[in-house]
């Protein structure tokens, strides 16, 4: 067999936060602890406090449950065989030999099944239901109380009176992980802790990460001599055993060292979560070695359950309420903005909003050079100069805050009186806009327990052995800023950036759109005073010839007229009509739907044979995506261009139209290519105009306003049209449609 040494080497600080305390290779000497394999249920590790067991039974090791100290633990078989992994059971009360019932725990942690037997402690209460009255008092009286500081004072007086242990505190971390003092109870025998602060290397990372795993820790003795776990040579393994949800794990030398030097003789912590987070603990300290029974810690462990959920509900109400708060002035800020153009003088209006958003003393807007200054802050050019140096720092979002600006900058020490913390939205991405947020410099006095930064010389270990309040005053920094205020800034940005900012993109957009249809609507008073007059003309010309010769029976010349004039009324209604759908095309409502693109291609295709009537066109049409589009308007994009292409491969030896795809990074591209007359690409900005044509009407009929529908449609779907050709070579017309979210797989 082998052991696992406990190390005797010298101590150090720094090892501190690397110190093996899950696997420490020994237990705390009240119990016993046996490592099983969970699947034969043989012993394959153990670590025994009393001695003469070994004496009576023999060494458990290599030994199933059943045969161990004499048969105590047979009864435990069903349920070790059953336990799941990374669960804790509690299997009673077994007597082992001469002494008292152990409780006995089970942990299935991995590859290990871990039973761990704890000694019972003279005149314990026998079962947790001797201890619901004071668990019902408590819960009673938490119900009466208003503050978290109220209930973490309860708490800590309810846990001393079930412990007996001689000073109770309770512990609340930081963002930083410093923790504070900000309840106890005590008899006297140990000094007062309350309201002092201990740095983050009092409790490493790794140590709270245990404290999140292990509600309650209990170290009975800090002169304790640990027990060697030792392995059976069978089950010889790479490293020592994971005993971290084990109650008598053994403790880091490091802490004891530090508990010795805080003069505590025993220590019991239980640990207060917030939404999984560590919140805080409850610390119980006694001068002299104490050992607290299995029941009484289980009751503490359900207060510490308890309080944390009501931490939570407080913190959580109270978070609620200052939220509601802050959406009502933003609700006032948004109301003074409603209907002006100008934000910046709007938010100026309402100064006392604006500062109260965020609870600051100042607020200064920077927008496009101008610069207006709101309350306590810095002057002009040091905002400017600010608001420079923020443009090119790296945050989160679009959001940028600390509480210690001077520190981060040395410039902003000339102003830190008023300015040590800033608060930052940035509210465009082309210009350096931003609206800023305040605090002035807060100095403060913070007690520590002891000297953070204080090294110890001359020492065998580096835990500080002076816990003496220590003072230090803090400058250069202002009240911290929290998440509510973080999130009513971000919220205010998102108002000015949705609700004014994006008037300007509006009516940008709108003016953009009138340029282009007072271009249409120019193109169709031409069309009315200039194509229209000539089938017109015609119409009268030929009634005249007709009605001059009416008393006589028609002849073949007045047969000729009169199919003149059906030709010309013919083509003036068609381009009444083309005029007509063209108009309409601007002002339907678009209602777009996913629908399948090959399935529209053929449909169309299918629809225009007639056109093609008696000719063989070859044909090439792929499997095309889905798009999110107005059918309506699509199929008459798709009628346009396969018209256009059919029309236009009349004169080809070998007609062929190729309809294709391509995907882009942010549109799907389509085309139909043609191998017909082409066209000169001098010309082809005037493709896609209104009632432009690159043709003769004898060569191919039309009255140019099929494309320019095209390019409508497009550009109201948020597409691009655009076209390329060769006289005598054929012709490719291209269209986009943008992807939508969610559409671009």
Request: contains cysteine; aromatic residues 8%; negative net charge.
């Amino acid at each position: 067999m082998s052991s696992w040494n406990v190390s005797d080497r010298a101590l150090d600080v720094s090892s501190c936060a690397q110190e093996p305390i899950r696997t420490p290779g020994a237990i705390q000497p009240y119990g016993l602890i046996l490592v099983l394999d969970p699947q034969t249920l043989i012993v394959k590790e153990r670590a025994i406090a009393q001695a003469d067991l070994l004496g009576t039974f023999g060494d458990p090791l290599g030994h199933p449950i059943d045969d161990v100290f004499g048969g105590a633990l047979a009864r435990c078989r069903p349920a070790l065989e059953t336990i799941k992994p990374g669960t804790t059971q509690f299997l009673g009360a077994h007597a082992i030999g001469p002494h008292d019932g152990h409780h006995t725990l089970a942990h299935r942690l991995g590859d290990d099944l871990i039973v761990e037997l704890e000694a019972p402690v003279p005149g314990e209460p026998g079962s947790l239901e001797d201890l619901y009255p004071a668990i019902r008092r408590f819960m009673e009286a938490i119900e009466r109380v208003e503050t978290t500081r109220e209930l973490c004072e309860l708490a800590s007086v309810q846990i001393r009176e079930l412990t007996g242990f001689d000073r109770t505190l309770v512990y609340q971390f930081d963002k930083d992980w410093n923790g504070a003092v900000v309840a106890e109870d005590g008899n006297g025998v140990l000094p007062s802790y309350l309201d002092l602060r201990f740095p983050e290397s009092d409790i490493p990372a790794q140590a709270r990460a245990l404290y999140r795993q292990n509600r309650v820790r209990l170290i009975a003795d800090s002169n304790y001599q640990p027990v060697p776990l030792v392995r059976s040579a069978g089950h010889a393994g790479p490293g020592p055993t994971d005993l971290s949800p084990a109650m008598l794990r053994s403790v880091s030398p490091v802490h004891l060292q530090y508990m010795r030097n805080m003069a505590t003789g025993a220590s019991m912590s239980v640990s207060l979560l917030r939404e999984g987070e560590l919140w805080g603990l409850i610390s119980c300290h006694n001068a002299q070695p104490k050992r607290v029974p299995y029941h009484v810690r289980t009751a503490c462990e359900f207060i510490g359950q308890i309080l944390s959920l009501q931490i939570s509900l407080k913190e959580r109400a109270a978070v609620v309420e200052a939220r509601i708060a802050r959406r009502a002035i933003q609700v006032r800020l948004l109301g003074r903005m409603a209907g002006d153009t100008d934000f910046m003088a709007a938010l100026g209006r309402d100064q006392h909003n604006l500062l109260a958003l965020t609870q600051s003393a100042g607020a200064a807007i920077v927008h496009r050079g101008e610069c207006l200054l709101h309350g306590e802050c810095p002057n002009r050019s040091q905002v400017l100069e600010l608001v420079q140096w923020l443009s090119v720092q790296q945050h989160e979002g679009d959001l940028y805050c600390t509480d210690r600006l001077p520190q981060l900058w040395k410039p902003a020490e000339a102003f830190a009186d008023v300015a040590s913390g800033v608060l930052a939205i940035s509210i465009s991405q082309i210009h350096d806009s931003f609206v800023l947020w305040f605090r002035p410099e807060v100095v403060r006095t913070v007690r520590w327990g002891g000297d953070p930064r204080k090294e110890e010389t001359g020492l065998p270990l580096s835990p500080r052995t002076s816990f003496e309040g220590w003072k230090e005053t803090v400058q250069r920094q202002s009240l911290p800023w929290d998440d509510v205020d973080r999130d009513a800034a971000l919220e205010l940005r998102t108002a000015i950036v949705d609700i004014v900012l994006r008037k300007a993109e509006e009516m940008a957009a709108l003016n953009e759109q009138l340029l282009r249809s007072n271009k249409e609507l120019e193109a169709f008073s031409y069309s009315v005073s200039h194509d229209l007059r000539a089938p017109f003309r015609h119409i009268v010309g030929y009634s005249e010839l007709l009605w001059a010769s009416a008393a006589e029976r028609l002849n073949d010349s007045e047969k000729r007229f009169l199919d003149t004039i059906v030709e010309s009324a013919q083509s003036a209604g068609t381009l009444v009509d083309d005029l007509l759908s063209f108009s309409q095309m601007g002002r339907s409502t678009m209602g777009q739907i996913s629908m399948d693109m090959t399935a529209l291609v053929e449909d169309v295709r299918h629809k225009l044979d007639m056109e093609y009537a008696g000719r063989s066109i070859r044909w090439q049409i792929p499997h095309l995506p889905r798009v999110q589009a107005d059918p309506g308007m699509l199929r008459l994009v798709w009628q346009n261009l396969l018209s256009n292409a059919i029309k236009f491969t009349r004169d080809s030896a070998q007609p062929t139209i190729e309809v294709g795809h391509e995907r882009g990074d942010t549109e799907d591209v389509f085309y139909v290519k043609d191998n017909g007359c082409g066209f000169d690409m001098r010309y082809v900005d005037k493709l896609f105009g209104v009632f432009q044509r690159l043709h003769h009407a004898d060569e191919y009929e039309g009255t140019g306003i099929g494309l320019a529908n095209v390019h409508r449609i497009i550009t109201r779907h948020g597409g691009r049209t655009w076209a390329d050709g060769r006289v005598g070579e054929g012709a490719t017309f291209f269209f986009t449609i943008p992807f939508v979210t969610g559409d671009n797989l």
